[in-house]
């Protein structure tokens, strides 16, 4: 049996690949990837404890994130269409509207 | 109580009626401003007549404030002296109301008018009633509010608004002084009640002295000299004088209530009400007396010489509270007292007359376009004459009674006063020939009127010449309230009315042969003055001009008030106010209070500068931001825990 251990390293090193992809990447695309994947350490990590722990509750919740998360892709790209038709560019260095 | 706390509130309640709904009752508003004076004129009998029969009041209403051992109540004192200044102010003011309604007709202010008349006999009534120096003051500072407003009546006009703020800054100066004077009595006595101080002058607070500049001052004499500098301003004295004429820009009705008859008496009275205490410093009252005596004729001469008809009298005003100060300052409080009672009547009745003469003319001040009016306006012409006569001091007059008081106790009050007693011959001469200059310019020789205004001239209507009538009256008998012991003995009314409030200062017996001779030689003097102006004016109408060019610079120093106003322009406009101005300016407020400002302003904007580079807009950097912040919060929880 695998121990808890790994399912928490595999899980850790999943969402910093995720964090660094979404701060480091230009492409919104891969941003969105990344939060997929940071998303997704966290299911990994709710299903190890959920069998760890004899406990349904935290792999019914999973079903949950990734049904959200599906919705959240949707609605992310459909802005990042949108995004790409405006302004002519998916490349997220090129929006800072924001700056003081 | 209530009876007498009305006197002040029907006054303030009219004030209210006219202030609050004038612009609804329009002229109406001038039946509860007279409405609210008459009722206080006949309540002032009503007290005088209490007074009279041996009733002295002098209770506290309700306590105003209590600050550590300062207590200040709203109290009101009837004794005699406040008993005929209520008489004096109330009649005075029901008169001139009465006045101002035919006066101040059509006037678009004329509701307003009567508000500020009504606030300022409100004032001058507490003015007189206070038992203590605050609530004093109050009606000191209210009444010289409401001559500001009433002299800048016509606000529209420059010369006018300039005139009320000149008479509010000279005015300050000497409530520096009366303030200050009132600080020290409190400091001296612990006390500002009247009735308090004056029974502590006998203990040894009142022989405290003070080193000033190297010299030993009792504190009697210090208090006594600063609350003169607020007789000063307020009555109108040297060198604080320069004020008054100018305040003739107000409304006729304004000068005759406010600029002679009663608020400019105000000095006088505060003088008279703190008797005990000058009393007590012999060099204060020297200086009262001094003071008054140059004042008498240093403002006669200017008199002499003006062409405005308010401008002269107003002269004249000046002058004659110099000789209320004389006989104050000689010790003889009660003929000062007389002289303002006698002078609240004749010369409200001389400008409300010259008023009436305006009046006719179309607004016409200058007396060298009048002349030849004693036909057309008859009762004027009338009651303007026995102004005049009054004021020269001629008998049997009001003028004649008072003035001689007050010169006979000048004679009998030692070498200065002798002096002083020469100044005031002096001073009734110029009076007598300035008074009838101005009639013999004004009513008699030929018309020198615009031909425009000529066909104009008209008689005052009654509800302005029934008031000149009735003043005239009193100006001829109310003299005989105050007979001297060398014409009929013990007939002195007003004197021994008045003896319980004023401390008696002995000169000398009563000499009856030397002050009938005295009085004889004093008509003689203002009869001499009066035959001047006849000769100059009327015979040898030339001849004043000849005069005037053969002694030019005499002639134009007196035209030009001694150019007192100038240098003061000079010492105290330019040089202290503009230069501290200009130094505040350049200094205190664009380096000082700019530079802060600005200074704060521009070191935000710097600061923020620098700060809003981090903003740079990519959300990126923001998250990672936020990661790192997730991340420092984290490892201090792990640290700390």
């Known amino acids: 049996m695998v121990p808890l251990y790994w399912y928490v390293l595999l899980s850790a090193a999943l969402f910093t690949i995720g964090v660094v992809g979404v701060l480091s990447r230009r492409n919104v695309f891969i941003v969105l990837m990344s939060i997929e994947l940071m998303l997704n350490a966290a299911n990994i990590n709710m299903v190890a404890f959920s069998h760890y722990l004899q406990n349904l509750t935290g792999q019914i919740f999973v079903i949950f994130i990734i049904t959200v998360a599906a919705a959240e892709a949707a609605v992310a790209l459909a802005i990042i269409i949108l995004l790409a038709r405006n302004r002519g560019s998916v490349h997220v260095d090129e929006f800072n509207l924001m700056k003081g | 109580m209530l009876k007498y706390a009305l006197i002040p509130l029907l006054p303030f309640a009219g004030f209210l009626i006219a202030g609050l709904f004038g612009k609804y009752l329009k002229e109406r508003a001038a039946y509860a401003a007279v409405a609210g004076v008459a009722g206080s004129f006949i309540l002032s009998v009503s007290a005088f007549i209490d007074v009279l029969g041996g009733t002295i009041i002098d209770e506290n209403l309700y306590s105003w404030f209590a600050i550590g051992n300062l207590t200040v109540n709203v109290g009101f004192q009837i004794d005699q002296l406040t008993a005929v200044m209520l008489l004096v102010v109330t009649t005075l003011s029901t008169l001139i109301h009465i006045y101002s309604v035919g006066y101040m007709h059509g006037d678009k202010g004329y509701a307003r008018f009567f508000a500020y008349l009504e606030l300022f006999t409100f004032f001058m009534l507490v003015l007189v009633m206070a038992n203590n120096f605050v609530l004093m003051f109050v009606g000191w500072e209210g009444v010289g509010l409401c001559s500001y407003l009433l002299i800048g009546f016509w606000y529209e006009k420059k010369s006018a608004s300039d005139a009320g703020i000149k008479a509010f800054v000279v005015n300050r100066v000497g409530d520096f002084g009366f303030l200050l004077g009132m600080f020290l009595i409190f400091l001296t006595f612990g006390t500002l009640d009247f009735t308090d101080v004056f029974a502590a002058l006998s203990g040894p607070a009142a022989a405290q002295s003070y080193m000033l500049l190297g010299a030993e001052i009792g504190v009697m004499t210090l208090i006594s000299l600063l609350l003169f500098v607020g007789a ?63 004042t008498a004729v240093f403002a006669a001469t200017i008199g002499l010489v003006q062409n405005d008809i308010k401008r002269v009298i107003a002269y004249s005003t000046i002058s004659q509270l110099g000789y209320m100060f004389l006989g104050l300052g000689v010790g003889a409080f009660a003929a000062g007292i007389f002289h303002l009672t006698t002078h609240a009547f004749f010369k ?123 003043l005239a009256f009193f100006a001829i008998t109310i003299g005989w309230i105050g007979m001297p012991g060398a014409i009929i003995p013990h007939a002195n009314l007003f004197g021994d009315f008045l003896a ?73 406009v330019d040089g202290l106010v503009h230069r501290l101005a200009r130094f505040l300016y350049n200094i205190t407020d664009v380096k000082i209070i700019d530079g802060a400002v600005n200074g704060i302003a521009g070191m935000i904007r710097r600061t923020s500068e620098g700060s809003r ?29």
């Not at chain 2, 505060?270 to 410093?281: D, E, G, T, W, Y």
């Not at chain 2, 950097?621 to 700390?640: D, I, K, Q, R």
């Open chain 2, 232 to 294: 000063m301003g307020k009555s109108a004295q040297l060198p604080l004088y320069v004020w008054l004429p100018d305040a003739m820009e107000g409304p006729t009705p304004v000068s005759a209530l406010i600029h002679a008859a009663t608020m400019v008496t105000a000095g006088v009275f505060m003088v008279a009400r703190c008797a005990p205490i000058f009393s007590l410093s012999p060099t204060a009252m020297t200086t009262v007396a001094i003071v008054g005596g140059l």
């Open chain 2, 348 to 470: 409200g009745l001389l400008f409300l007359a010259s008023g009436s003469v305006i009046h006719a003319l179309s607004g016409e001040q200058d007396m060298q376009k009048m002349g030849g009016l004693k036909r057309k306006i008859k009762v004027t012409h009338g009651v303007f004459l026995v102004g005049s006569l009054a004021l020269a001091g001629i008998f049997p007059f009001a003028g004649f009674f008072s003035k001689d008081e007050i010169l006979w106790s000048a004679h009998n009050a030692g070498e200065v006063g002798r002096v002083l007693w020469m100044l005031g011959v002096f001073g009734a001469f110029l009076t007598a020939f300035y008074s009838f200059r101005l009639i013999y310019l004004t009513f008699y020789g030929k018309s020198r009127i615009d031909h425009e205004v000529e066909h104009h001239v008209h008689e005052s209507p009654k509800v302005m010449t029934i008031p000149l009538v009735i």
């Open chain 2, 500 to 572: 319980p409030v004023f401390p008696v200062l002995e000169h000398g017996v009563a000499n009856h042969g030397l002050e009938r001779w005295l009085m004889v030689f004093s008509v003689m003097v203002a009869l001499a003055g009066i035959r001047l102006a006849y000769s100059l004016y009327v015979k040898n109408t030339s001849m004043p001009d000849r005069l005037a060019r053969s002694f030019k610079g005499t002639y134009n120093l007196l035209l030009n008030k001694y150019k007192v106003d100038e240098v003061y322009n000079f010492i105290f």
């Open chain 2, 613 to 641: 580079k981090v903003q740079t807009g990519f959300v990126q950097e923001y998250a990672f931001v936020m990661g790192l912040g997730l991340v420092v919060l984290m490892g201090l929880y792990y640290v700390l825990k």
